[in-house]
C-alpha cells in the first residue's frame, strides 16, 4: 500500500510564495505519474500540475509562469513552489501518484492567499 502526506500549507499574503511537498512510502516500485490538485470550498477538483516519469511537466493555464512542480526520486518526494500567489489560488491543495494503473491521494494541505 501506498501512503501520501502532504505539507507546507499555510497563510500567506497576495504575491507571497509557498512550496509544498509530498512524502510518498510504502510499497513504492515504479511511478508513473504524479501531480497536484487543488479544491476551493463550494468548487470541484481541478488539476494543477503533473510530472511524468519521464520527467515532463504540465499546467493548468490559470497558474503557468507562477508554479513549478519537480520531484527528488531519492526521496520519493514531489514539490509544487508557488510564486506570486493570488487568492484564487485558495484552496486545499492534494497530491497524486498513479502506480500500476492504480490511484493514490494525500489527506491534502491548506493554501490560504489573503488579499
Known amino acids: 500500500q501506498v501512503q501520501l502526506v502532504e505539507s507546507g500549507g499555510g497563510l500567506v499574503q497576495a504575491g507571497g510564495s509557498l512550496r509544498l511537498s509530498c512524502a510518498a512510502s510504502?510499497?513504492?516500485?515504479?511511478?508513473?505519474?504524479m501531480g497536484w490538485y487543488r479544491q476551493a470550498p463550494g468548487k470541484q477538483r481541478e488539476l494543477v500540475a503533473t510530472i511524468t516519469d519521464g520527467g515532463s511537466t504540465a499546467y493548468a493555464d490559470s497558474v503557468r509562469g507562477r508554479f513549478t512542480i519537480s520531484r527528488d526520486n531519492a526521496k520519493n518526494t514531489l514539490y509544487l513552489q508557488m510564486n506570486g500567489l493570488k487568492p484564487e489560488d485558495t484552496a486545499v491543495y492534494y497530491c497524486?501518484?498513479?502506480?500500476?494503473?492504480?490511484?493514490?491521494w494525500g489527506q491534502g494541505t491548506q493554501v490560504t492567499v489573503s488579499s
Open positions: 510504502g510499497s513504492i516500485f515504479s511511478i508513473d505519474a
Open positions: 497524486r501518484l498513479t502506480m500500476f494503473r492504480k490511484e493514490y
